[in-house]
């Protein structure tokens, strides 16, 4: 499966933004879905992550509460609606995928776990 990544951009905070991930290739409704993202001199870290039937969510604790994911399997896309954006959300966001994930790996959020990322959308959040 391919990804592809889009939406980001420069906001200032207390700015929304949605992130969206189009899958191709392979019907999306079969894999888990994630966020993460990387910033500059840091490792990349997890942001979100959702279920293939999309009944399970699971988040980073900075995030949750201001991020929603969602997905559309008639779409095959995913997406990240990023509310009340702060500096530090700046990063780049890639979206992963995987098929063969048990519930509690899922749980763990560990980019190790995700077989096929997208490109990265830059995010950037001015004080």
């Known amino acids: 499966v391919q990804l592809q990544a889009s939406g980001g951009g420069l906001v200032q905070a207390g700015d929304s933004l949605r992130l969206s991930c189009a899958a191709s290739?392979?019907?999306?409704?079969?894999?888990?879905m994630a966020w993460f993202r990387q910033a500059p001199g840091k490792e990349r870290e997890f942001v979100a992550g959702?279920?293939?039937?999309?009944?399970?969510?699971d988040y980073a604790d900075s995030v949750k509460g201001r991020f929603t994911i969602s997905r559309d399997n008639a779409k095959n896309t995913a997406y990240l609606q990023m509310n009340n954006l702060k500096p530090e959300d700046t990063a780049v966001y890639f979206c992963?995928?995987?098929?063969?994930?048990?519930?509690?790996?899922?749980?763990?959020?560990?980019?190790?776990?995700?077989?096929?990322w997208g490109q990265g959308t830059q995010v950037t959040v001015s004080s």
């Open positions: 959702i279920w293939r039937s999309g009944t399970t969510t």
């Open positions: 290739g392979r019907t999306v409704s079969r894999y888990c």
């Open positions: 992963a995928a995987d098929e063969n994930m048990i519930l509690s790996t899922f749980r763990q959020g560990l980019s190790s776990s995700y077989r096929y």
